[in-house]
């Protein structure tokens, strides 16, 4: 089962480590890529024209330290993702205190999307670094349309014959569409809350709360040592670990979708 995870907005700077080296990273053949967008966002930001670099990355100018912290990516010190993002769904999910099966498991199935870097794995090295995938990086254009036709044969590969359990946010998950029967092996999870208001169950969709679910859900996953091969085992896999999951109507070559139905945040 290969595992897609967005990247989070926040991210812990290493102190120490060698920098990054793109060549290094899994996936290879998005080394070229990564090699422009890294190009591209250290000349922005390294730039005279702050404002422009503002712009672009959806920053204050109370925020510049973001963009010195992009103009030195080169050189910055880099760790393991696994340590550098942070957030919500990453507190939840908890990797650092995952024993070491589980850990070697999140390492195999995990990969995390990111407008810089494309796709990223758990112990590839990194440095923190600023750029959503909702930037318009001059030299590289829109990220989402930049690393679409990069991704594909990519992640086609790495989902192999099993299934995907996406769990990206939209704007990550514009970077990469699958298509024919791979869509019909992926999943996507709405997260919904169940609560009784008045002696009548309503459910809503929650924003926020979701990524600590889908942390958990991630988290339980591995820890059970899970490995389906059909979505109908996924789906199994998450009822036997006690989530109350409700599968929609199938829709020839697209994703499926999970309601996760929660009665607490």
């Known amino acids: 089962m290969l595992i897609l995870l967005p990247p989070s907005e926040g991210k812990t700077a290493p102190r120490t480590g060698r920098p990054v080296d793109p060549a290094a990273l899994s996936q290879p053949a998005l080394t070229p890529g990564r090699e422009r967008a890294l190009d591209a966002l250290v000349a ?49 999910l908890g990797l650092g205190t995952l024993p070491g099966p589980a850990r070697a498991r999140a390492r195999r199935s995990v990969l995390v999307c990111s407008g810089l870097w494309g796709v990223v794995r758990l112990d590839d090295r990194i440095p923190a670094y600023r750029c959503a995938v909702g930037a318009n990086l001059p030299g590289a254009g829109g990220l989402a349309a930049y690393w679409r036709g990069l991704l594909d044969p990519v992640l086609t590969e790495a989902a192999g014959a099993g299934p995907v359990l996406d769990l990206r946010s939209s704007g990550y998950a514009a970077m990469w569409r699958p298509t024919g029967r791979l869509a019909e092996r992926t999943v996507t999870v709405r997260v919904l809350h169940e609560q009784v208001v008045e002696g009548v169950p309503r459910r809503s969709v929650v924003s926020h709360f979701n990524k600590a679910s889908k942390g958990r859900l991630v988290r339980d996953l591995l820890l059970a040592g899970a490995a389906p091969r059909s979505v109908g085992r996924l789906v199994e896999a998450l009822r036997d670990l006690k989530y109350t999951v409700e599968e929609q109507p199938a829709v020839a070559g697209r994703p499926r979708q999970l309601d996760l139905v929660v009665t607490e945040l």
């Open 44 to 92: 922005l930001c390294a730039g005279p024209d702050r404002d422009r670099a503002r712009k672009v990355l959806g920053l204050s100018p109370g925020q510049d330290e973001e963009l010195d912290r992009n103009a030195r990516l080169r050189t910055a010190p880099a760790q393991p993702a696994a340590k550098v993002y942070t957030g919500v769904l990453y507190d939840a």
